[in-house]
């Protein structure tokens, strides 16, 4: 029997993100950031690296764009400066924690759904579908579906995300529909594609810092807190490694083996800027 109150992790993953992304960096973005050449990679800069992000996609949006669906708005920040900039916006958004913090940031200004984008239902349509991010945690399938509805004749398909490559090795990093694969479908759609711009070189250093989080943040909290349990409830820390023993290993593997960087980033992922036409 399936558990209907089951909690999303990559909800939760996201919104542990904000909450962090809040407190330690001062930005409430949840992309990537874009880093110039000129730009220095420390924790310092990310949200320049982030404001660089959204102000690379706004450079891009095309020019007869008025209306748009930002697909998994996170927070809402960037649906408020598309909204400053003049376009009107409607949201997409699944989590109940980012949902609220978008409400407040973007008041009425603008709808949400409640949902994920797979169970959205509107007859409106809009001359932008925007996935920022969010294209990776939808299956393609629901995508192609679902966009040429809410897209006016000629309306576009705005994609900035990472997806997987065909490369050999256990990427410690994960996330991404593969990029093959996407390939071959979009190839099968009704969209035309204008633009792909690869930006690997530009957002993987955001990764870098990531890590360094991990590795001198996180990873020692970690291991206190297990020094504790071994020291002070040595029976309650058997019972956790044993029955949580795969959970353990893959959490120590993803998070804290110093290889959530951005040079591994570059090897397995490739992050695109995809703009398409529906024919």
């Known amino acids: 029997m399936s558990n209907k109150n089951k909690?999303?992790?990559?909800?939760?993953?996201?919104d542990i993100a904000l909450i962090l992304a809040n407190y330690f960096f001062k930005t409430e973005y949840l992309h990537y950031g874009y880093f110039t050449d000129d730009l220095k990679v420390e924790p310092g800069n990310i949200s320049i690296a982030q404001e660089n992000y959204?102000?690379?996609?706004?450079?891009?949006?095309?020019?007869?764009?008025?209306?748009?669906?930002?697909?998994?708005?996170?927070a809402g920040k960037?649906?408020?400066?598309?909204?400053?900039?003049?376009?009107?916006?409607?949201?997409?958004s699944p989590s109940p924690y980012l949902t609220k913090h978008a409400k407040k940031i973007l008041g009425d200004r603008c709808h949400i759904h409640e949902c994920g984008y797979e169970k959205v239902e509107t007859t409106k349509k809009y001359d932008l579908v925007l996935f920022s991010e969010s294209f990776q945690y939808i299956p393609l399938a629901e995508i192609m579906r679902q966009t040429p509805r809410f897209l006016k004749?000629?309306?576009?398909?705005?994609?900035?995300?990472?997806?997987?490559?065909?490369?050999?090795?256990?990427?410690?990093?994960?996330?991404?529909?593969?990029?093959?694969?996407?390939?071959?479908?979009?190839?099968?759609?009704?969209?035309?594609l204008l633009i792909d711009e690869?930006?690997?070189?530009?957002?993987?250093p955001s990764m870098d810092i990531v890590n360094g989080?991990?590795?001198?943040?996180l990873h020692p909290v970690w291991d206190l807190i297990f020094y504790?349990?071994?020291?002070?409830?040595?029976w309650l820390s058997k019972i956790l490694r044993w029955k949580f023993s795969h959970k353990i290993e893959k959490v120590t593997y993803k998070y804290f083996q110093n290889?959530?960087?951005?040079?591994?980033?570059?090897?397995?992922?490739?992050?695109?800027?995809?703009?398409?036409?529906?024919?």
């Open 7 to 14: 909690v999303d992790s990559k909800e939760i993953g996201l």
């Open 54 to 74: 959204a102000n690379y996609i706004l450079s891009k949006i095309p020019k007869e764009t008025k209306t748009i669906l930002d697909v998994g708005c996170g």
């Open 78 to 92: 960037f649906a408020e400066k598309l909204l400053d900039y003049g376009f009107e916006v409607d949201c997409v």
């Open 153 to 192: 004749p000629r309306g576009h398909m705005l994609i900035c995300d990472f997806f997987r490559k065909d490369v050999e090795g256990r990427s410690p990093i994960g996330g991404g529909h593969d990029l093959k694969n996407f390939y071959d479908i979009m190839s099968k759609s009704p969209f035309q």
């Open 198 to 204: 690869d930006i690997t070189k530009e957002t993987a």
């Open 213 to 217: 989080f991990l590795t001198d943040v």
């Open 228 to 234: 504790v349990l071994d020291h002070n409830y040595a």
């Open 259 to 279: 290889k959530s960087n951005g040079e591994n980033f570059a090897f397995f992922k490739s992050y695109h800027f995809l703009l398409y036409q529906l024919k």
